[in-house]
């Protein structure tokens, strides 16, 4: 019973929600067309004039830029501004995952914006591109200022098994914390079996799949590499329940 009033609470709120937005409508097309008939001398235009644009949740585009996006003024009319028409504008940068357009009678426009978030950086041909959890290249970086985050070195269209590797071994990287501990980490996105990456100069051939179980074990090695001072060539991760170290001068197989 408690449950099938929690159901019913829900259907009243969410038919409330549906009301309010009709009769938000409602009354922004009443007030038009009551301007509209009785001052015929003042355009549609300037009905409910805009005077306040909020942007919520953004953080790498600004304000300004989003304007520009959105292609929405001060002083455009209310009345004449299509939240969907907003949204699909917004939606088409690949910096934003979704957006909520809601008027705030009498003269506001209120934007909630979710953002991309960028998990590392692609190099592709000699260029850098900023790229979020799915392998969408975000923006290309063209200044010196590099921020701190994995590189993933390939080409997504030519080796697309081996990218989508990468990214997930990335996505484990930071989701462990292991990408804020280490100075420098490279993924070569090859074929997924071949995929190496470079970490703090150390080659380690990681291929694919179980990667939490393999840098575990990496981990463990570092260690004993360290206090046996050896200096390694590579580490070969590929091998279940193994891990193969390549010395510079010989092979040592754990």
């Known amino acids: 019973m408690k449950a099938n009033r929690l159901k019913k609470s829900g259907k009243k709120i969410n038919m409330f929600g549906i009301f309010r937005n009709i009769a938000i409508s409602i009354v922004i097309f009443t007030i038009a067309i009551v301007v509209y008939m009785y001052v015929p001398s003042r355009p549609l235009l300037s009905v409910l004039p805009l005077k306040h644009i909020i942007f919520i949740g953004n953080k790498h585009l600004t304000d300004d830029e989003l304007r520009v996006i959105a292609g929405i003024r001060e002083n455009n009319s209310l009345v004449t501004i299509s939240n969907k028409e907003v949204s699909r504008r917004l939606l088409k940068s690949p910096w934003i995952r979704s957006v909520s357009v809601r008027k705030e009678l009498p003269e506001t426009l ?4 979710s953002e991309a978030v960028p998990i590392a950086l692609l190099d ?3 260029h850098l591109f900023l790229i979020d959890e799915k392998g969408k290249i975000l923006e290309e970086l063209k200044d010196d200022s590099i921020p701190f985050l994995p590189i993933i070195t390939g080409d997504p269209f030519k080796d697309s098994e081996g990218f ?3 990214i997930n071994l990335v996505k484990l990287m930071n989701d462990k914390g292991f990408s804020s501990e280490r100075d420098h980490i490279e993924i070569i996105a090859q074929k997924p079996h071949e995929l190496t ?23 463990k090695l570092e260690e004993e590499i360290k206090n046996r001072g050896i200096h390694v060539d590579y580490i070969d991760l590929r091998f279940a329940n193994k891990a193969i170290i390549k010395p510079v001068i010989k092979e040592v197989i754990k």
């Open 124 to 126: 592709m041909n000699g």
């Open 110 to 113: 209120s934007l909630v914006i």
């Open 197 to 219: 990456s470079i970490i703090d100069g150390t080659v380690v051939k990681m291929g694919s799949g179980e990667y939490e179980e393999k840098l575990k074990r990496m981990i």
């Open 164 to 166: 989508s590797e990468a």
